[in-house]
């Protein structure tokens, strides 16, 4: 499976970004799909990931509350709605799809087979 990662840009603390992950493929729903972020100087950090339906999510503590992953396995796209952005939330963030193999929630990037190129989100204060 290919992905695709878009939506990100700059905006301001306390605003919103919604991030798209289109997949290629027809098996997408065989996919658990996270997405992680990593900032200049840090490691990569888990930030979200959606089970194969859609049924069941996983945040970082990080994000709770503020930011919510979707699928739409029709159209081959999971979402993550960001709101209440801060500056520490600034980062290049990749979507990842973990393989039919994968348990759940899977947040560590070794657990994931394919990752798409990152799209940079920047927050101001």
């Known amino acids: 499976v290919q992905l695709q990662a878009s939506g990100g840009g700059l905006v301001q603390a306390g605003g919103s970004l919604k991030l798209s992950c289109a997949a290629s493929?027809?098996?997408?729903?065989?996919?658990?799909v996270g997405w992680f972020r990593q900032a200049p100087g840090n490691e990569r950090e888990f930030v979200a990931t959606v089970s194969r339906y859609g049924g069941v999510t996983n945040y970082a503590d990080s994000v709770k509350g503020r930011f919510t992953i979707s699928r739409d396995n029709g159209k081959n796209t999971v979402y993550l709605h960001m709101n209440s952005l801060k500056p520490e939330d600034t980062a290049v963030y990749s979507c990842?799809?973990?393989?039919?193999?994968?348990?759940?929630?899977?947040?560590?990037?070794?657990?994931?087979?394919?990752w798409g190129q990152g799209t940079l989100v920047t927050v101001s204060s």
């Open positions: 493929g027809r098996t997408f729903s065989s996919y658990v």
């Open positions: 990842a799809a973990a393989g039919p193999h994968s348990g759940f929630p899977p947040t560590s990037p070794s657990e994931y087979d394919y």
